[in-house]
């Protein structure tokens, strides 16, 4: 991620649906990293204890069959295991800011790939 995405501060990884849980409770992110397939359930089924996701999502899998159903969580990508680092940094500039602003992010996280 920093060798492509430079405006991209990681704050957090985690290796699960609860970690994670509880990591974007508390670095508050404005965006999320997210696999499919966690060692304890999925990253839908994370976005679903959320009860207000206000944070911005781009998925990041070797599944494609998902797609469709990371449009309705409103993610602002979906990109394929091997990531190709242009279409890392192509999803990395749909990101808005609070201030509507394409650059200089400055929360990320980044659940285990």
Do not use: H, W
């Not at 699960?16 to 499919?36: A, E, H, M, N, S």
């Not at 994370?46 to 159903?69: C, G, P, R, S």
């Not at 449009?71 to 609070?98: C, G, H, R």
């Not at 509507?100 to 996280?109: A, E, G, M, V």
């Amino acid at each position: 991620m920093q060798n492509y995405c430079d405006n991209i501060e990681v704050v957090g990884q985690a290796g699960g649906v609860t970690q994670g849980l509880l990591l974007i409770r508390k670095v508050k992110p404005d965006v999320v990293f997210l696999d499919i397939q966690m060692p304890d359930g999925t990253g839908f089924d994370l976005l679903e204890k959320i009860a207000v996701i206000n944070f911005q999502v781009i998925f990041i899998t070797a599944y494609d069959q998902y797609a469709l159903k990371a449009i309705k969580f409103s993610a602002l990508d979906y990109i394929l295991k091997p990531v190709d680092p242009n279409q890392l940094m192509e999803a990395v500039k749909k990101i808005k800011t609070p201030d509507n602003n394409f650059s200089d992010i400055t929360k990320k996280i980044n659940p285990a790939n």
